[in-house]
């Protein structure tokens, strides 16, 4: 089983940039699809981004052109890179393989405020 860690959430302004990562150990992801989801309270948690094996990626419409998902399989490790910042990506942030299939981490939080 692999165990996910989400780190690099925090309180940033509209329009900040803030960089998620993703550290997974117990096994190695270079295999799957990995992605970038979302949940907000009361809502499902959504799928963000992903990026595939050979580093193919996408975005979720509502946010093409401001967060970036990347890998390095080398450290075991998925990155969200996400500039100008909005109030509705206040969420918390979890990484898993793409359909998911392994247990949540605890995710991390990012809150986009004046």
């Known amino acids: 089983q692999v165990q996910l860690v989400e780190s690099g959430g925090g309180l940033v302004q509209p329009g900040g940039s803030l960089r998620l990562s993703c550290a997974a150990s117990g096994s190695s992801i270079s295999t799957y699809t990995m992605g970038w989801f979302r949940r907000v309270e009361g809502k499902p948690r959504e799928l963000v981004a992903s990026v595939t094996t050979d580093s193919a990626t996408r975005v979720k419409d509502s946010v093409k052109g401001r967060f970036t998902v990347s890998r390095d399989n080398d450290k075991n490790m998925v990155y969200l890179e996400m500039i100008s910042l909005k109030p509705e990506d206040t969420a918390v942030y979890y990484c898993?393989?793409?359909?998911?299939?392994?247990?949540w981490g605890q995710g991390t939080q990012v809150t986009v405020s004046a």
């Open positions: 898993n393989n793409y359909p998911a299939r392994w247990s």
